[in-house]
């Protein structure tokens, strides 16, 4: 079984659609929940972070974290074309600590269409 | 400020033969990553360097692969002889190291490894 569960999607929306993306993940001791986005060719950018449970909000993203359903989600509001990419999660167990090493989901390919 | 810089972009090797891959960090920051995303799979942890010592090595598949971080500077890491499953996507991230703590980490473009 995969540590993080991720839609690989395809998922296409028209611009100005709320894009909801999701990873649940197995292991209950990640602390720290990232997303990711990377453009074709790039590497990967971090675009938010949120430690435990509750949201954090940044613009038009929105981040959110179940500990207890193990599940996280990132909420983008009126979805632009330039928001069309793939989009990661990713987890740490103690970040700050000695390793940090990053797990991944496998990644939602996102098109928003104009 | 430069981003993390990684080369070549693209190799395509034969099966059996070497290749080294190359990683220029951030300036400054000591951590430094590897990570590999074979076709179809996640993105997946290879090794940490902190400065010129391996913090932990344990994603590393096997004694093909050597990595490197001489002087705490770039890293390269080596694929000696590479075998099919070696082909992915090799990124590289850095990311800062003060008081002891780790931060965010900043990756660079990969570098897409074939091998035929």
């Known amino acids: 079984q995969k540590e993080v569960e991720q839609d690989p999607g395809p998922l296409s929306v028209p611009e100005g659609a709320i894009v909801s993306l999701n990873c649940t993940y197995s292991?209950?001791?990640?602390?720290?929940f990232m997303w990711y986005r990377q453009y074709s060719r790039k590497g990967p950018e971090l675009l938010m972070y949120?430690?435990?449970?509750g949201n954090k909000e940044d613009g038009r993203f929105t981040a959110q974290v179940d500990k207890s359903s193990k599940y996280i989600s990132l909420f983008i509001r009126d979805s632009q074309p330039s928001d069309s990419a793939t989009y990661l999660c990713a987890m740490i167990m103690n970040y700050g600590g000695a390793t940090n090493k990053l797990i991944f989901g496998t990644g939602t390919l996102l098109a928003v269409q104009p | 400020e430069a981003g993390v810089t990684q080369f070549p972009s693209h190799s395509v090797i034969e099966k059996g033969q070497t290749v080294t891959l190359r990683c220029d960090p951030i300036?400054?920051?000591?951590?430094l990553y590897w990570y590999r995303r074979v076709m179809g799979k996640e993105i997946k942890f290879l090794l940490h360097f902190v400065k010129e010592s391996k913090q932990d090595e344990s994603g590393m598949p096997n004694n093909r692969f050597l990595a490197e971080r001489t002087g705490g500077t770039y890293s390269t890491l080596k694929v000696q002889p590479a075998e099919l499953e070696d082909s992915g996507v090799y990124f590289c991230a850095s990311s800062q190291l003060a008081g002891g703590l780790t931060y965010e980490q900043y990756f660079g473009p990969g570098t897409r490894l074939t091998v035929t």
């Open positions: 300036s400054g920051h000591d951590n």
């Open positions: 292991n209950s001791a990640f602390q720290y």
């Open positions: 949120t430690y435990s449970s």
